[in-house]
């Protein structure tokens, strides 16, 4: 038997990065593909579906402990606000209702749907799920969630736009690549076309709709190709947002073994901010935002929305780019070791000194900057 206390719900693994603060309601388990190359979360783990009673059981205890941190509040004399005081109290106190006090810290106001392809749930089924939210939660303001390009074409527009009037905001697509060649190389399961279709189903239903982007995923041999068509399939879409993040290739994802074998040569990070440079050059006609908010991509202040900033994003990756070689090998080591956030930092004395030691160091054992940051950046899977 399985003893399930008043405040027991589950969460899957990951979320995308500016979900962090959200409510993380787990309607499926892992990735019913999970062939992707380059992907290590849900491999060896079976994709499940889960049933509307579950996860009503889950909002339930949700619920519960929503109201239980209310109480712990008053108490505490705050009137029922959730503020860094009850929060850390809670933290100490009641552990097990801290998800929900931090996300009440946060607003309380967004709601993230996992794991993988949330869009492979009946629609009937998903639309109680998102009714009963609201229901329970009603100063949600939005939800959002994962899907697969494939899947989305596997629903109508009738559908997606019910899924739209019940209260799904957005929807978060691994693009990943808009050229076949790397998209099949890393077994995605679709082409540039179908993304393309895909994207713009969701933008005609009017929901939201994020892409993401990895940017090094041609490596050396398509970094040209995969720079240029994912530009051109976003000019297509023009999706509302569009997220990047850089490649890093952990021992778990099958990736590794084509890297080990020399079938896949990956970049370093001044060829992908070259790449970088050329997927914004050629990104035109669309008003999407861009964010580089993963913490695996080098140059995070690369930001904006087009067409208005695409001359100062360009600007900040020239700006890199311009460095000489030794500044740019202090810059990465600096970001990649967490001193650094933006350009502006290597001009800082304070941050400037322990990265200047680590670099002299490694200079003095004859290490490669490169090398060394390969193996910092698999930290941040
Ligand atoms: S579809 Fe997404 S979650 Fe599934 S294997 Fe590919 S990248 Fe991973």
């Given at each position: 038997?399985?003893?399930?206390?008043k405040?027991?719900?589950?969460?899957?693994?990951?979320?995308?990065?500016?979900?962090?603060?959200?409510?993380?309601?787990?309607?499926?388990?892992?990735?019913?593909?999970?062939?992707?190359?380059?992907?290590?979360?849900y491999?060896?783990?079976?994709?499940?579906?889960?049933?509307v009673?579950?996860?009503?059981?889950?909002?339930?205890?949700?619920?519960s402990?929503?109201?239980?941190?209310?109480e712990?509040?008053?108490?505490?004399?705050?009137?029922?606000?959730?503020?860094?005081?009850?929060?850390?109290?809670?933290?100490?106190?009641?552990?097990?209702?801290?998800?929900?006090?931090?996300?009440?810290?946060h607003?309380?106001e967004?709601?993230?749907?996992q794991?993988?392809?949330?869009?492979?749930?009946p629609?009937?089924?998903?639309?109680e799920?998102?009714?009963?939210?609201?229901?329970?939660?009603?100063?949600?303001k939005?939800?959002?969630?994962?899907?697969?390009?494939?899947?989305?074409?596997?629903?109508?527009?009738k559908?997606?736009?019910?899924?739209?009037?019940a209260?799904?905001?957005r929807?978060?697509?691994?693009?990943?690549?808009?050229?076949?060649?790397?998209?099949?190389?890393?077994?995605?399961?679709?082409?540039?076309?179908?993304?393309?279709?895909?994207?713009?189903?969701?933008?005609?239903?009017?929901?939201s709709?994020?892409e993401?982007?990895?940017?090094?995923?041609?490596?050396?041999?398509?970094?040209?190709?995969?720079?240029?068509?994912?530009?051109?399939?976003?000019n297509?879409?023009?999706?509302?947002?569009?997220?990047?993040?850089?490649?890093a290739?952990p021992?778990?994802?099958?990736?590794?073994k084509?890297?080990?074998?020399?079938?896949?040569?990956?970049?370093?990070?001044?060829?992908?901010?070259?790449?970088?440079?050329?997927?914004?050059?050629?990104?035109?006609?669309?008003?999407?935002s861009?964010?580089?908010?993963?913490?695996?991509?080098?140059?995070?202040?690369?930001?904006?929305?087009?067409?208005?900033?695409?001359?100062?994003?360009?600007?900040?990756?020239?700006?890199?780019?311009?460095?000489?070689?030794?500044?740019?090998?202090?810059?990465?080591?600096?970001r990649?070791?967490?001193?650094?956030?933006?350009?502006?930092?290597?001009?800082?004395?304070?941050?400037?000194?322990?990265?200047?030691?680590?670099?002299?160091?490694?200079?003095?054992?004859?290490?490669?900057?490169?090398?060394?940051?390969?193996?910092l950046?698999?930290?941040?899977?």
């Amino acid at each position: 038997m399985i003893f399930r206390s008043k405040y027991n719900f589950e969460q899957g693994p990951i979320r995308p990065p500016n979900e962090a603060n959200s409510l993380l309601v787990r309607v499926t388990r892992n990735c019913p593909w999970n062939k992707c190359l380059f992907c290590p979360v849900y491999k060896g783990e079976r994709f499940s579906r889960r049933s509307v009673e579950e996860i009503k059981s889950d909002l339930d205890s949700m619920a519960s402990a929503l109201k239980k941190t209310r109480e712990i509040s008053v108490e505490k004399g705050f009137g029922g606000e959730v503020n860094r005081q009850v929060a850390a109290y809670i933290q100490s106190s009641y552990p097990e209702l801290f998800s929900i006090a931090f996300w009440q810290y946060h607003g309380g106001e967004n709601v993230f749907l996992q794991d993988g392809d949330s869009l492979l749930l009946p629609v009937n089924d998903l639309i109680e799920v998102l009714k009963t939210i609201q229901n329970k939660f009603p100063l949600v303001k939005r939800i959002t969630t994962y899907s697969r390009s494939r899947t989305i074409l596997r629903r109508s527009l009738k559908e997606l736009t019910e899924l739209k009037k019940a209260g799904l905001s957005r929807i978060h697509v691994g693009l990943e690549s808009g050229n076949d060649r790397v998209l099949e190389f890393m077994k995605k399961g679709v082409t540039g076309d179908q993304h393309v279709e895909a994207g713009k189903l969701v933008k005609n239903a009017g929901l939201s709709l994020s892409e993401y982007v990895i940017l090094g995923l041609g490596g050396e041999k398509l970094w040209k190709e995969h720079a240029l068509d994912t530009a051109d399939v976003l000019n297509r879409i023009n999706p509302d947002f569009i997220r990047v993040r850089t490649l890093a290739v952990p021992k778990l994802s099958p990736l590794y073994k084509k890297i080990e074998n020399g079938e896949f040569k990956l970049l370093k990070d001044d060829q992908v901010v070259r790449e970088e440079a050329l997927f914004i050059e050629n990104l035109e006609t669309i008003e999407s935002s861009l964010y580089s908010d993963h913490i695996l991509n080098l140059l995070e202040e690369v930001c904006g929305k087009f067409p208005e900033d695409k001359n100062c994003m360009l600007g900040v990756i020239n700006r890199y780019l311009t460095l000489g070689e030794e500044e740019r090998d202090i810059f990465k080591l600096g970001r990649r070791t967490g001193y650094f956030r933006h350009l502006g930092d290597l001009e800082s004395s304070n941050l400037n000194m322990p990265v200047n030691k680590l670099y002299k160091q490694l200079q003095k054992e004859k290490l490669s900057v490169d090398d060394y940051i390969q193996q910092l950046m698999l930290r941040f899977i």
